[in-house]
């Protein structure tokens, strides 16, 4: 959670929180050092005071956990861009940004019942990984997402055991940062044609005005394009559109 000293500093006083002892600068530079320090943890999210009240950040803060210890809950809102760049592609951040590198394994599983989306996945670097479990489906004309971290066998067993036989396995390679107070993630998919770039921001339905960092050329929004859906990526026939295609090269 944001400290009130960054974007409600009218709420930062001593005076309701007597756990306050640092000046509004020195809390901010405090959140700075610990937002750098979470870049890239697979359960990183920023709750920002981009919200009507503290009641709000509350309810967000609520249901980011909710969702990652594997409480159905409605699926965070967010923006997907198509970017202009091919292969082995890499951000060209300042200096002053922190980046950090991931390598993940996404598996689609055959969907049961009311799923419209069931996969898991396998996030890390240098041999050390985390390994998640997602389904997501429609309730009441609202998408839900449940997620919950598995073990490296139950990995295993679900992939030979409910393995969707027309689906891939998508090789990707992330990048996350955080730029002007907002967390970003870059997805190269390595092994689908075109090997397309994705920038992926998750932000608040109260936060819809989003500033893309400079260093990244867009193409195109496809948040609501199914063509750029990681499942239908991942089928056996997948093609990029030849437009598309030129136009990230």
């Given at each position: 959670m944001v400290t009130a000293a960054d974007g409600a500093e009218g709420f930062y006083q001593g005076q309701n929180n007597e756990a306050r002892y640092e000046s509004s600068q020195e809390a901010r530079d405090l959140d700075k050092r610990l937002i750098n320090?979470?870049?890239?943890?697979?359960?990183f999210s920023i709750i920002?005071?981009?919200?009507?009240?503290f009641?709000?950040?509350?309810?967000?803060c609520v249901e980011t956990v909710c969702r990652y210890i594997g409480l159905p809950t409605p699926t965070s809102f967010y923006k997907k861009f198509l970017?202009?760049?091919?292969?082995q592609f890499q951000v060209n951040a300042p200096k002053n940004v922190k980046m950090e590198f991931f390598q993940i394994e996404e598996i689609f599983l055959v969907t049961q019942g009311d799923m419209v989306e069931n996969f898991v996945k396998k996030t890390g670097k240098n041999d050390s990984f985390t390994y998640n479990h997602e389904m997501r489906s429609y309730q009441s004309g609202e998408r839900i997402e449940r997620k919950r971290q598995i073990s490296a066998r139950e990995y295993?067993?679900?992939?030979?055991?409910?393995?969707?036989?027309?689906?891939?396995?998508?090789?990707?390679?992330?990048?996350?940062?955080?730029?002007?107070?907002?967390?970003?993630?870059?997805?190269?998919?390595?092994?689908?044609?075109?090997?397309?770039?994705f920038l992926r921001i998750e932000t608040s339905k109260e936060h819809k005005e989003i500033k893309i960092p400079e260093f990244l050329m867009?193409?195109?929004?496809?948040?609501?394009d199914d063509v750029y859906s990681s499942q239908n990526m991942a089928d056996v026939d997948y093609k990029m559109p030849a437009n598309d295609k030129k136009a990230i090269s």
């Open positions: 320090a979470w870049v890239g943890h697979p359960h920002d005071n981009k919200v009507q009240n009641k709000k950040k509350v309810d967000k970017l202009r760049a091919r292969g295993i067993e679900m992939i030979e055991q409910q393995r969707h036989p027309k689906r891939k396995i998508l090789q990707k390679v992330r990048q996350c940062f955080i730029f002007e107070q907002q967390y970003f993630l870059v997805e190269t998919y390595l092994n689908i044609d075109g090997k397309p770039s867009v193409v195109k929004e496809v948040t609501h």
